[in-house]
């Protein structure tokens, strides 16, 4: 999954992961690991509607006008088609302390099924999206994570205008599509610190992703991401 490399980099960089995948990713599995771990970041990945985010088999685990405890004070970005246009605005209204998301269908295009970021195309999709989670793994607000994105977006759309191949203008609309519907709510100064100080300038990451494959209790995949601080929020 594209984002398995966001979980490795955010343990790089000193944060606790509860990794909620496959049959973990469901409600009640959030809502415990939630109250366990009292994270200050939380980032899920999954489908979604205007008034609601869903994980394993669209089992809805966030709706509109539910009770705010499991998000309230944290940052929260969710790579989700639509929860942008109602969720993300009614989870700040409800206390959380940032929203990331998209108002529209987030869409991309790759040629291989492979991770997007391994593809000619589909790197250019979710760097900006990696853009963000990395950046404020980083120490970085989450206004300038959220510039940083559209930084990237606006990079391979300059990128692709400039390519005179057939699938050029297709990837460029949805490029446009995407930044233009990515949606920050709340707070833009936020910041989310990590559980422990992180180790000097870290190893590069496909070195690192190889060291931390070998730990028992990591597991290199993405669904929702749990990033915990335990308290050490700034």
């Known amino acids: 999954m594209a984002l398995s490399r966001s979980v490795s ?7 606790y992961i509860d990794d909620l995948y496959g049959d973990r990713a469901v409600r009640d599995s959030v809502t415990s690991s939630i109250a366990r771990n009292d994270p200050a970041l939380f980032f899920g990945v999954g489908h979604g509607k205007e008034d609601l985010f869903t994980g394993q088999n669209q089992q809805v685990i966030f ?3 539910e009770p705010p405890e499991t998000i309230r004070g944290r940052v929260v970005y969710l790579l989700s088609c639509l929860t942008g246009a109602q969720l993300g605005v009614d989870m700040v209204n409800k206390g959380a302390e940032t929203f990331i998301g998209y108002r529209e269908e987030f869409v991309w295009v790759q040629e291989r099924m492979v991770n997007p970021l391994d593809d000619r195309i589909g790197r250019a999709f979710f760097e900006p999206v990696e853009q963000i989670i990395r950046s404020l793994a980083d120490g970085r607000t989450t206004g300038d994570a959220y510039r940083a994105s559209i930084d990237r977006w606006n990079y391979w759309i300059d990128y692709w205008s400039r390519q005179g191949t057939p699938e050029a ?7 446009v599509h995407d930044r233009d519907c990515q949606v920050l709510y709340g707070s833009t100064t ?11 300038p870290p190893l590069p ?25 335990r308290g050490t929020r700034t």
């Open 190 to 200: 936020a910041v989310v610190a990590p559980a422990y100080a992180p180790a000097p």
């Open 205 to 229: 990451l496909a070195v690192a992703e190889a060291l931390t494959a070998l730990t028992p209790f990591i597991i290199p995949v993405a669904g929702i991401g749990i990033a915990a601080t």
């Open 9 to 15: 980099y955010l343990r790089i960089r000193g944060f």
């Open 63 to 65: 709706r509109v006008c």
């Open 169 to 175: 203008s297709i990837v460029v609309m949805f490029l």
